[in-house]
């Protein structure tokens, strides 16, 4: 507000003038476009894009915007995907030609169409590439192209394609400009980098204009759109046969900053009277972020695979080898035919028990049912060759065992065992059954004297239709430590209590309706012989336990934990090759209780996670985040280039509501995050901290911890297999910068120099530019950098 006792009316006019200039600005915007396809469809998109290959007769010059509001990281960025798309043209004198024209302030010729006649060269020239800097003058490039035409081009006969990479922030009018080089024939993409202008690169762009738009930064996206546009045109041909260009839904979004009046407030103006001013309402401004969209359609070349008609059965995964092959990767259990077929046979080596709920809850037709699935399930898979031995019991409120485990001559005896069961009714004593079982349910048997695994597998199939009427968690514990498997089959309602029995979802099959159940035949033979104890014995892994020690957790819940935490480590070969684990604990302050390598046997490890300290006060997930991210999983700390890396976050939730971004920061950096929520957990905002159900896992109480184990580590093992980025987290050191190459990675430093910029160059050696070591050749100067071979 400006003082009415100033006597100098032009500065009060002048203070009013930048105020209003001030506040009549918008604040910077980010945009970004989203095509509304399936993942396999982006996959498709990509595959595409690197089968394409134009050998026509053309002329493309690439209009690089090199301005201040690109930046150097965005401008390399166009320039990797000018790179990108010369790797789909033949680039020959008689065949593609290609030419590069920087723009800013003015435009500065790169290198004519004449000049480079191989890929290659272009390559390495665009590599070579400068960024100037400098205001945005769009209109000055199109100026010089509309009076000196593409340099080194051909005749009007060759097709021109004129590439213009920018954000579309031009400081001057380009609509009268564009149009006019469209109208000498110059065929125009517009395509976004950075934070685009979309309104602008549409005017730019030639019609229709959903086909020449296109983002840089999904290079493969943005390659596979400019090759269909010049495919539709007749100017290159189809990718290959069968190959299509389609229409997806697209959509261009820009966050702006708009202002909005929310008020007035009281101000003083000027007036034209001497030494006078005047008083009254000015508007008052707040501001409002709002989306800004572009609804378009976005045509994209996708080919056929074999894999499209989905050939593999009963969950085989269809493996692509070339473009018109293909090769099923069958579930253990189901032969192994060419397309997966079903071959319903137990062909591994296991003791099952079949566990039946013969109790009032379950109902007389409840009990048949399940007796008509079991015997059907015999019939299909069980034969006397296979080396599985079966036991069938019931249960109410007493347990009975009317076959004992192998006891049958053959099949038909079986069935016929199985007919003489009855219903019993009574209570529903579940827990109690299942121990009873596992001390007299199993035995050594080998069927007809045959000799198999002398320890087969132990598992126990639950088939209930109602709740138990006992605690279960004692007797699932007791079970799962004399190594039984578990398996629950039941209606809808009792998912939740049979995934507390088994300890895992995968294990648990649901059923709605008597016919549903028989068709989970397939399923509950394809778990029987697909189970195994989790582990991750020779995957090598990088991982971290993020332990709540605040009030909120408690002593001797914390002690649960330090429990679960020793048996888990158990499932990990820890070697300095294999498996590393660190551990840190968060509450009144965050705190390393040891490194990921600082332990190289288990024996030690174990001790290490007993004497980790309860800490007590008010815990913070996101600062412990931060500190795992800064301190923990980093090269210099243990961290191990190329291996596979996770964060295991146990809380309760209390304290996590600043987690969300500094778990982002890790996942964005290829160290995976899983949450174990314990308790009354607060869902919502630990699915936010684990970015997905798949990274959830909810645990009813500390108590419940141990029941939970086998799918925690079959959670971690699942992401230990996934592929690795191996510069993500950079094993570089000292602000290196990592870069990938041909499966391998190289570090890149700056006053600094060996395979992850360890070491520091003294002083008085030759400058080595980010980490490049120089040498001298045939009077040439020329860097040579680290790289690193990492071995399988």
Known sequence: MCDPGLNTMNLILFLEAICIFLFGQVLPSFTFQELYVNQETIVKISAASQLMQCSAALDVLFA???????GKGSFERSKYFAIKLCDTLTIDPDKVRVGVLQFSSIPQLEFPLDSFYTREEVKEKIKKIVFKGGSTETGLALKYLLHKGFPGGRNSSIPQILVIVTDGKSQGNIALLAKQLKEKGVVVFAVGVRFPRWTELHLLASEPKDRYMLFAEHVDDATNGLYSTLSSLGICSTTAPGCRIEPHLCERKTLETIREVTGNSLCWRGSKKTNAVISSLCPFYSWKKVFITHPATCYRTVCPDPCDSQPCQNGGTCVLEGLDMYQCLCPFGFGGEANCAPKLSLE??????????????????????????LKRFVQAVVNMDSPVNVAVAQYSQ??????????????????????????????????????????HGFRDTLPLGEIHDPHPRRVVVLLTDSRSQDLVAGSVRYARDRNLFLIGVGSEFLRAELEEITGNPKQVITYSNPQDLFNKIPELQKKICTLQRPGCQSQSLDLVFLLDASATTGQENFLKVQSFVRESSLQFNINRDVTQIGLVVYGRRVQTTFALDTHSTSSSLLQAISQAPYLGGTGSTGSALLHVYEEVMTVQKGARPGVSKAVVVITEGTGSE?????????????????????????KETLLRLAGSHDFLIHVPSYEDLENYQDLFIERICEEAKQPVNLCKPSPCMNDGTCILQNGSYRCECRGWEGPHCENRILRGDSPRPHGLHQYSSNGQQGYQSRHLQLGS
């Open 658 to 682: 600043d987690a969300v971004v500094p778990a982002q920061k890790l996942r964005n950096n290829g160290i995976s995050v899983l949450v174990i929520g314990v308790g009354p957990v607060l």
């Open 348 to 373: 591994c080596s296991v003791n099952v028990l079949f566990l039946l709920d013969s109790s009032s809850g379950t109902t007389l037709e409840g009990f048949l049912q399940a007796k008509a699935f």
């Open 64 to 70: 690089l915007d090199g301005s201040h509001s690109i």
């Open 398 to 439: 007493e347990v009975e065992i009317p076959i004992p485990m192998g006891e049958y001559e053959d099949v038909p005896s079986l069935m016929k065992s199985l007919d003489r069961m009855h219903f019993t009714g009574g209570a529903t004593l579940t827990g109690r059954a299942l121990e009873y079982v596992t001390d």
